[in-house]
């Protein structure tokens, strides 16, 4: 039977250059040299001198090269309060429920949808209750975060950010008084807010100046009258 002579084809990246007792030697398109037997290049399991080989393995643990950006690290956080029981955050993520779109199991997924987090802004949910997805995320300051995870708690129609600013106190002590007395104003605080001057309420008087209510109320307080607001 007469021997296949394999001179001048290509297999792969390697061109047979001449046979060798029972290989082949080969040229490799990287200009390495390297041998192989017939079966082997004509069944297609050697392609080249290795560097194909290592080439493949290079791109499959190369990374997107941002594994240390803040974006990549807000999109682990991300992941780990959903997906991690053991997460000291999970229960209020993962574990009532949120859950993280497909698409966004992938760094470059996310990035494609998001883009990179801007200077002093992180991911906020607009609904509190949905999933993490395009169409409910949004990049946010930390007091639209704020604001947005605090807006579901109403009193008479009204969140804590507006009580607050009537109240003149922070919106966490608003939230406080609701959780804790049923009401933005703790219980001693009810009778005082019952206060009037001139036959109408304080806080009457404080949306007819269009004044902070605090300063009508503290300019009541320290002069037991509201004359001098009132311009009277």
Wanted: with cysteine.
């Amino acid at each position: 039977m007469k021997k296949l002579d394999l001179t001048g084809h290509k297999y792969g990246r390697l061109t047979v250059l001449h046979p060798e007792g029972t290989e082949w030697v080969c040229v490799c398109d990287c200009g390495m040299e390297a041998r192989s037997t017939t079966n082997s290049l004509r069944m297609g399991r050697t392609k080249s001198c290795g560097c194909l080989r290592r080439e493949t393995t290079a791109e499959r643990r190369k990374t997107h090269g941002e594994s240390k950006t803040r974006t990549h690290r807000i999109w682990i956080g991300m992941k780990n309060r959903c997906l991690n029981p053991k997460n000291k955050r999970y229960s209020a993520y993962g574990g009532r429920g949120i859950t993280i779109d497909p698409k966004w199991m992938t760094y470059e997924g996310f990035v494609e949808d998001m883009g990179h987090a801007p200077d002093g802004k992180s991911l906020d949910r607009v609904d509190n209750d949905g999933a993490y997805m395009k169409a409910n995320c949004r990049w946010a300051t930390a007091s639209e975060q704020a604001r947005n995870s605090s807006a579901a708690v109403t009193y008479e129609g009204r969140d804590v950010y507006d009580w607050a600013e009537e109240l003149g106190v922070s919106p966490d002590t608003v939230k406080y008084r609701i959780d804790k007395f049923g009401t933005p104003t703790p219980p001693e605080e009810k009778q005082r807010n019952r206060l009037s001057w001139g036959g109408k309420l304080l806080k009457h008087w404080a949306k007819e100046l269009d004044v902070p209510y605090h300063k009508v109320r503290n300019e009541y307080y320290t002069r037991r009258s509201l004359a001098r607001l009132v311009g009277k």
